[in-house]
């Protein structure tokens, strides 16, 4: 079992930036897929971005491209969001999750562990 544990939560005003952690209990975290994925009541559980074990590659939902960068700290086996020009439809619930191997993935099904989630509130 591995244990992921989101931070970062919090209410921003549109256009702010917030960044979310996730730190993770695996003891092999270099060779764990990372992910961000949220949930709002409108658009269900969607994928946000995932990152490959070494962070040199990087995928993003069209909906935060640009405006969201994933990136991890292996020596501290954390995950990060950095967001930035958030929008009120950015409001969710944000889920890290991870998974066994070295690619990355943008379907939930392919995740093995997920946090508990964080709230992020986007006020206009």
Do not use: H
């Not at 931070?7 to 005003?13: C, D, H, K, N, W």
């Not at 003891?27 to 074990?53: D, H, Q």
């Not at 939930?108 to 709230?119: A, F, I, K, L």
């Amino acid at each position: 079992q591995v244990y992921l544990v989101e931070s970062g939560a919090g209410l921003v005003q549109a256009g702010g930036p917030l960044r979310l952690s996730c730190a993770a209990s695996r003891r092999s975290f270099s060779v764990y897929g990372m992910g961000w994925f949220r949930r709002s009541p409108w658009n269900g559980r969607e994928f946000v971005a995932a990152i490959n074990w070494s962070g040199g590659s990087t995928y993003y939902a069209d909906s935060v491209k640009g405006r969201c960068t994933i990136s991890r700290d292996n020596a501290k086996n954390t995950v990060y969001l950095q967001m930035s020009r958030l929008k009120p439809e950015d409001t969710a619930v944000y889920y890290c999750t991870g998974r066994a191997g070295l690619g990355l993935r943008v379907s939930r099904n392919e995740y093995d562990d997920w946090g508990q989630g964080t709230q992020v509130t986007v006020s206009a």
